[in-house]
């Protein structure tokens, strides 16, 4: 099989990369002196030749047994044997795994079967022409049998082997996610083979994956969504966001179109507007992304012409409905799907604070309304990405706008990560009152009253509290 040696960029990304791991170049020069052969194969060879950050890396060893290449990895640390029967092992603390060339057969459970393949069948056996290159860690020549990095400049998706990417029903979810993280396009063939495969076996946790990776690791998420949808298996994946095609709207709020258009401008304007917040952890980008692809599922339901007029009014609150029947069909993760929610139900906020110019005490409020799940940054985060969605010319979202003032005024008040803190407990009141439900009552007033009036003083708060119970019980 021809090799090609590889230009100069992607040597120096070969030299940082074994930097950065300092056992990766030891272990596979051992590997060479026993008579293997390394091989970095996969999405590693993918990204390097990318430019992009490499997390975890595989290594395929060609021309030696299971226990020979177990035997070379024991001299580097301790080894892990969790992957043994699938011919995968891994030394404790580094980020790569090694695996021996292998067949597996089709379906939800594959069986296994550690082969000695020659290195163009194992790359045959892969999901795209992008992932089925290797790279020789002895030589650093690159081998790329099926053309993968030519469908890389052309941006082109396609199988090594038809047949074979038929066998695993995940890789739909994969061609969808690839779709949107490198904004390139299927071939004829792949499209062909995706629109009529069998999806119905995939796991929900397994699909949850993919939906991450599209969601985390795209500029345009779009893309993967649209893909469902013009291949005609969006009402399969995901039923509630395929209702929303054809589901009009005022043009006077929403010249770009549909709702289905107006969501897929705002996922992508949301996938721009988390990465200004570098300190939001994965899992709060994905709730915000999520949150923007339910935030007006409610409008298929909702939707009316009064007085001449496209209206969906209390499409927030029928959205909570949809967006739980969404997320459920996707993920059992029930703070993300809660956190979703509050997204849906209170989108509009933003808005319309600003509009009526509301008063300290509604942004608290809210703040506590988001009940732990979900933040107001969160929530402005959403906001924004409904007003992007809304570019008439185009699919692209409209650029970001001015000074986000909501989150300002949220972050002058202290409640843009979470509810204001309660000034007292039931501690505070036990002097006046015992134990029971009416001390909790009194709390709970107290912090109303708190969140109301702006109060800051324990002990003018505490004094309100008690006037107006005597008032009460005067009554």
Not at 200 to 212: A, K, L, P, Q, T
Not at 428 to 446: H, Q, S, T, W, Y
């Amino acid at each position: 099989m021809e090799s090609t040696k590889i230009f100069p960029d992607i040597q120096k990304g070969i030299a940082e990369l074994c930097a950065q791991q300092p056992l990766l170049l030891p272990i596979t020069d051992a590997i060479h002196k026993q008579g293997g052969i390394s091989y970095l194969v996969g999405g590693a060879v993918r990204d390097l030749l990318l430019s992009l950050p490499i997390k975890d890396m595989d290594i395929e060893v060609h021309g030696m047994s299971l226990e020979a290449l177990e035997t070379v990895l024991k001299h580097y640390g301790p080894v892990s044997e969790v992957g043994k029967s699938f011919g995968v092992l891994k030394v404790y603390g580094t980020s790569f795994d090694f695996s021996l060339p292998r067949r597996d057969s089709a379906g939800r459970k594959p069986q296994v079967t550690i082969q000695d393949l020659s290195l163009e069948d194992a790359l045959r056996r892969r999901d795209l022409t992008m992932n089925a290159m290797a790279l020789d860690m002895h030589t650093r020549c690159l081998y790329d049998p099926f053309d993968g990095l030519s469908d890389l400049h052309a941006k082109r998706l396609r199988s090594p082997d038809s047949s074979f990417f038929a066998q695993d029903p995940l890789r739909f979810f994969r061609v969808m996610q690839f779709i949107g993280r490198f904004e390139m396009n299927p071939d004829e063939e792949l499209t062909r083979i995706c629109s009529s495969m069998d999806i119905s076996d995939v796991s929900r946790e397994r699909i949850e994956m993919e939906f991450e990776k599209l969601l985390l690791k795209s500029r345009r998420p779009s893309l993967g969504i649209r893909w469902l949808a013009k291949i005609k298996r969006l009402h399969e994946v995901l039923s509630e966001l395929d209702r929303t095609r054809g589901v009009e709207q005022e043009k006077k709020w929403h010249p770009e179109g549909d709702v289905f258009e107006h969501t897929m401008q705002s996922l992508d304007a949301a996938a721009d507007e988390v990465s200004y917040l570098p300190e939001l952890s994965d899992s709060e980008k994905l709730m915000v992304m999520y949150a923007v692809l339910c935030h007006d599922l409610g409008k298929v339901a909702t939707t009316k012409v009064i007085d001449g007029r496209l209206r969906s009014f209390g499409h927030d609150v029928q959205g909570v409905t949809c967006a739980r029947s969404f997320m459920r069909r996707i993920t059992r993760n029930n703070d993300l799907i809660d956190g979703v929610i509050m997204l849906v139900r209170y989108h509009h906020a933003p808005r319309t604070f600003i509009d009526q110019g509301a008063h300290p005490s509604a942004y608290k409020r809210l703040a506590f309304k988001m009940n732990g799940k979900a933040t107001l940054t969160h929530l402005s985060l959403v906001a924004q990405a409904d007003v992007r969605g809304r570019n008439p010319q185009g699919h692209a979202p409209v650029p970001r706008g001015g000074e986000d003032l909501f989150l300002k005024k949220a972050h002058d008040l202290g409640v843009a990560y979470g509810a204001e803190q309660p000034l007292l407990t039931g501690k505070n009141f036990l002097d006046v009152i015992k134990p029971g439900p009416e001390l909790g009552k009194m709390v709970k007033r107290a912090y109303e009253l708190q969140l109301a009036q702006l109060i800051s003083d324990k002990e003018k708060l505490k004094k309100l509290v008690l006037v107006l119970l005597q008032g009460k019980n005067k009554k």
